[in-house]
């Protein structure tokens, strides 16, 4: 049975004929991504010729290093959870560490993307009773920057911040782009791939200094706990069976 495709996707091809519409199957979840140099007009016509009246999230999206891994799901404990894994890939740098083309670096390469930072908001018409996902890239991966869409949604004033905070995308035209989550002085952007996962700086109080300080982490190695997955291995199939024979002797 082919999949429905919703009336809004053709809608959205007709009117965007430079940007890409795809649908998700079998949800039906409808995606719209344009260009970086598009997105408030795009965003505008969305609101104003679509009855896109409410924006309900906005966020940025790191895609270094997506669709790799770095645990074995093979290995587990008795308990079926993973073990924990030393930091091999995005996200797991130690202090020091940076990510590296080398093969003799510890830290194991990683191909850059051609495009890295996004930005993604979740629409919603209550009057179509419709919901809609955006998407744009920004161009330059070393300084991501898009247009603010504060001035047509009022509501994606935090979530701008927010996502300037985690990763460091900069939302032209808004009026007050600052932290939001981060302590005064933070250095870096928490959400990015890069951004070493025991953090750059550990506080501690000096009773000599009597106050505190901050240092380059030094007491904290990067660790990953995997959390526990299924997987199709000899214990699940001994359950299957037991189960079975339990319900045939029942039935006897």
Known sequence: MAEQIPPIAEQLRTRFTE????????RGEVTLEVSADNWHQTCSILRDEFGFEQLTDLCGVDYLGYGSDEWD????SSAGFSRGVEGQTTGRLAWGDTLSAEQN????PVA??????????????????????????ALDNDFPIVDSVIDIWPGANWFEREAFDMFGVIFQGHPDLRRILTDYGFIGHPFRKDFPLIGNVEVRYDEEKRRVIYEPVTSVEPRVGVARVIRDDASLQTNVEDAAQKKQEAAQ
């Not at 670096?105 to 194991?108: E, F, G, L, P």
């Not at 850059?112 to 955006?134: G, I, Y």
């Open 19 to 26: 940007a890409v519409v795809t649908v998700a199957a079998p």
């Open 73 to 76: 799901t093979d290995t587990v």
């Open 105 to 108: 670096q510890r830290i194991v």
């Open 112 to 137: 850059m993307p051609e495009r890295r930072f996004a930005v993604v908001a979740q629409l919603l018409s209550f009057q179509h009773n419709r919901r809609l996902r955006v998407r744009c890239f």
